[in-house]
Structures are given as C-alpha cells and as structure tokens.
C-alpha cells in the first residue's frame, strides 16, 4: 500500500494522464504521430530533478511538467495542452485510490474468510451472552462470530462501492467548461484508464465522492474495531474465553513477566480513531469557494495515504488475530455457569406465565430469587425449587428443563443459514 503512495508512484500516474491526453490529441491529429512515439519513449519520471525544479517554482505540476520539457525538447509543447492541474492530480488521485481499494478489499476478503473458519469451528461451543457487560442468556462462540461474519460482507460492499464512487476522471480544463480540450477527449481518456467521466465537473473532481469513500474506510475499520474490543474484553483475566496469539519468547510487560496483553486489539481500536477523524476531514473538504480553492489539497495529502495505509494495516492485524485466535472452551462453559444460573430467568418467567400466572406476578416471583442468588451466591434452580410460589405451578421436571442451555440454542442451525454459513 505504501508504494501506491510513494512520490515515485504519483508522479507516474501523473504522468500516466498526460500521456493518455497525448494519445487521445494524436488520434485526432492534433499532435503528429511521430511526436507521440518520441514523447512515449523519451517521458520518464525523475522524482529528484522534479522535486529539484519543485524548491525553485513551488508547483508540483509545472516542476513536473519543467523536467519533462528538459526531456522532451521542442515535442514537450504538445503535452499538457489545454488542461489544468487538477485534471491531471485528480484523475491520477482517482488511480491511486482505485488501486488501493483493491488492496483494502483483498484484506477484507482475508478477515471474512478467517472468520468463516472461527464460526464454523465454534458453531456449537455454548458461552455466555452478555449484555450492558452483564451475563444474560446462552449463546455459542461461533453464534458471536457469525455477527461479525455478515458484517464483514456488508464491509465488503462499501469497499467495492467506494471503489466505484472514487473512479472517475476529469479532463475539463480550468473551470470544467471545456473551453480549451473537448468533452470526447476526456470520454476517451478516462476510459482509457478504467474510468468514468465526470458528469460534470469545476476546476475539480467534486469532494463528495472523496468524503464518501473516506466515510467506507472509517465504517470498515469501526466494524475491525468492534471485534477487536471484544476480543479484548474476552481476555480480561477475569473472563479469559478467548485471547489474542501470544508467540515464544514474546513479552508482555516490562514491569510484570506474567502479563499476556491484547496489545493488537487495542492497537486495533486505536488506529481505527485515526481513520474515523480523517473522514470527518474528507467531510469538511466538500464545501469549496466557487469553482474551486485549494484548502482540500493539503487534507487529502495526510488522510487519503493515511487512511488507506492505517486501514491496510489493521485488515492484515485483525486477519493475524482471528486467525491465531487461542479460544477456550472449557473456560466459557465455567462462566457459564458463574452466575448461579440466572442466565435461565426468562425462561422461568415464560413458564410460570404459560401455567396462568400474569406476567407481573412472575416477574415478581422470579426476580426475588434472583436477587437471592446473586446476594447469596446460591443456586437459582434450588431457590426456585424452594419457593412454594414456584413449585405450586411448575413441576420439578418442568422446572429443571427450563435450565438446560440447549432449548436457547435451538436455531443456531437456522442463523447459520442464513448468515450463509450453512
């Protein structure tokens, strides 16, 4: 990803637009065919002159467009011709980002398959669901993970949507009327080179579709960072269900050799804050003066490369993580059971009320004892067993199956399919 944004790569793809506009002139005779075939050979990049002529004129395009007069003597006259700057960085730009979104889509596509294989692997693993942090009903692991499955499909789509929002190309000229460089040769042009033409244009590509693709970014690394804090709290000492890869001879504190941290996850949850503030930035560059100013450049040069650079990297940490996921199971099945069986209280209350109890009077009678369980760390099956309010509706038998976890657990066949994990 870093070579799409070196200076070496966006002087090409510089180059790459002016060349296309050469072609496109040449086939309508505008520049002789003879002088495109010199041009061809004889332009090349060479980063150190350009930024040499750079400290004298203060103009990336005309340092550009200096070290290719230097190179191609008389013929440099054709290149360039009726166009303005922001024809050539913005359709180079729309290059750029279309290569990296095929990066950050194959990294994407990683993540999805890594979680395919974790929720398929502990489809039937029970754990304790939670919510508000608090033990609430069975759930399985690859239930969990099954969430985040589809979600990253849904990622998958904005980032081929973000794609296709950014490939679009402008040759227009100063204020996009056209005026100097005719609509069919940017037509021509931007298919040239895999684009679509700007319906219409200024003197710039419109920012909208900049911010549109920045916010996909800042979605996909939110969805990266949603796992990556909940597998940081699944390695919380206390709970333990599930921890991040810990290789031989890796190091967890300075201060406390028996430290296991999830330094990546966190790494995670902290990069994607970078990635989320750099669209709120591509956001505030879509209102610009008139046909155009120049107050979005300086932005698009620190978020554009960051923003993809940073999510690049988490894709490929989150995939690490996931895909060298120490998970265990028996410590799920413990915490399971921590919390005195409380996690069957609905159940109970469904019960109770199909025996003819309002619901109210239920709720009272259960919550009563669940209030005991937790204060006296007792069994919620034995107190419930004890309570003449209980056992004068609901059997023992009935009573007992209320806390078998595999009644909560019956559709998870049903939710694989259709999460299409079936």
Excluded at 29 to 44: E, F, Q, V
Excluded at 100 to 126: F, N
Aim: glycine letters at 4%; aromatic letters at 6%.
């Amino acid at each position: 990803m870093g070579r799409i944004w070196s200076e070496q790569a966006k002087y090409e793809a510089w180059l790459q637009v002016e060349l296309a506009v050469c072609e496109a002139f040449a086939r309508r005779g505008t520049i002789p065919a003879d002088a495109l075939a010199r041009i061809r050979a004889g332009a090349r990049v060479d980063v150190a002159r350009i930024l040499e002529i750079q400290r004298r004129v203060k103009h990336e395009m005309i340092a550009l467009l200096t070290s290719l007069e230097e190179q191609l003597g008389a013929d440099s006259r054709y290149v360039h011709v009726g166009l303005t700057s922001s024809d050539v960085w913005d359709t180079a730009t729309a290059l750029q980002l279309r290569a990296a979104a095929d990066l950050l889509i194959a990294g994407q596509e990683r993540v999805r398959s890594a979680l395919r294989t974790l929720a398929l692997r502990y489809k039937d693993t029970p754990m304790v669901g939670r919510t508000h942090g608090v033990h609430a009903e069975p759930i399985t692991f690859g239930l969990k993970v099954a969430v985040w499955y589809t979600e990253s499909a849904r990622n998958l789509d904005r980032l081929r949507r973000a794609r296709e929002v950014i490939s679009v190309g402008q040759i227009s000229g100063a204020v996009g009327t056209f005026a100097h460089v005719d609509p069919d040769v940017e037509e021509e042009v931007c298919e040239r080179l895999g684009l679509r033409s700007a319906e219409a244009s200024t003197q710039v590509i419109q920012r909208d579709r900049h911010a549109e693709y920045s916010a996909m970014l800042a979605i996909v690394a939110a969805s990266l960072e949603k796992i990556a804090l909940e597998i940081r709290s699944l390695q919380r000492t206390e709970v333990l269900e599930a921890e991040e890869p810990f290789s031989e001879g890796q190091k967890g504190s300075s201060a406390m050799p028996h430290k296991r941290n999830p330094e990546l996850a966190e790494r995670i949850c902290g990069l994607a804050r970078v990635i989320r503030t750099n669209a709120l930035a591509a956001l505030e560059n879509v209102a610009l003066w008139h046909e155009r100013d120049i107050s979005h450049s300086s932005v698009e040069r620190v978020i554009l490369p960051d923003s993809t650079i940073l999510l690049d990297y988490v894709l490929d940490l989150t995939a690490f993580i996931l895909e060298g996921l120490q998970v265990n199971p028996d410590r799920m099945a413990e915490n399971l059971e921590r919390s005195y069986g409380l996690i069957y209280s609905q159940r109970v209350l469904l019960k109770l009320t199909d025996s003819g109890l309002p619901r109210q009077v239920a709720y009272e009678i259960v919550q009563k004892n669940a209030m005991r369980a937790w204060k006296e760390r007792r069994s919620f099956l034995e107190l419930l067993g004890d309570d003449p309010a209980v056992t004068a509706h609901v059997s023992p038998v009935e009573l007992k199956d209320c806390f078998d976890p595999a009644d909560s657990l019956q559709h998870v066949d049903t939710i694989f399919r259709r999460a299409g994990l079936s």
